[in-house]
């Protein structure tokens, strides 16, 4: 169990996210929150390999500040569709776009995860294939509206107001939230041992 294996151990995520920090309390955990200066931009690696590469490079610019006894939790969440990456909307215009995108149509959701405790490193990811309804204007115009895409990667949240637009998900629900606790408690399994 999670808790179990962290109980004895400083946590400290290296984001920002109020989702990532809730899905760690309602596992038992209470991390230390350290969001990461780190700025995400595409690096040109296939999705899978960029979620971990920013992932790492969260927990690692936290990681640098600290005791090595903690353990570091580092993530990244894009959505892809049509081979084009989708992070979190610029602005209501950009999310607008994103949501006109994913209208009527699957795409993917892509979570990377790094923990780094003492000299060790485990990486991994997960991929969930989420379907939406189609959207109308009006539907997106409400949407973005209540502001929830503006911090989310693909501009919505599954979680929230969005989850109403979505017919169906194959694969891992929290991965669509931004952190796979399965993953997470394989991870953790990997690192702690």
């Known amino acids: 169990m999670i808790h179990r294996f962290l109980e004895n151990t400083k946590v ?12 760690l309390q309602m596992m038992g955990v209470k991390p230390l929150v350290l969001p990461s200066s780190y700025a995400e931009t595409p690096n040109g690696l296939p999705p899978a390999e960029q979620v971990i590469a920013h992932a790492s490079a969260k927990a690692r610019t936290v990681q640098q500040d600290l005791d090595p006894d903690c353990l570091v939790i580092g993530a990244d969440t894009i959505v892809v569709i049509d081979k084009m990456i989708l992070g979190k909307p610029r602005n209501a215009a950009e999310a607008r776009e994103y949501l006109r995108l994913l209208s009527g149509r699957s795409h993917w959701v892509y979570t990377g995860i790094c923990l780094l405790y003492k000299d060790h490193v485990s990486t991994g990811y997960r991929r969930t294939k989420v379907t939406f309804d189609s ?6 115009e409400e949407y973005v509206a209540t502001e929830e895409p503006m911090d989310k990667a693909g501009a919505y949240g599954i979680q929230g107001f969005g989850a109403q637009f979505i017919t169906e998900i194959e694969g891992c629900y929290f991965n669509v939230m931004g952190f796979p606790l399965n993953l997470f408690y394989q991870l953790c399994r990997e690192v702690m041992a």
Do not use: H, K, Q
């Open 135 to 140: 959207l109308t204007e009006s539907d997106i």
């Open 12 to 23: 400290v995520l290296a984001s920002g996210s109020d989702r990532r920090r809730f899905l």
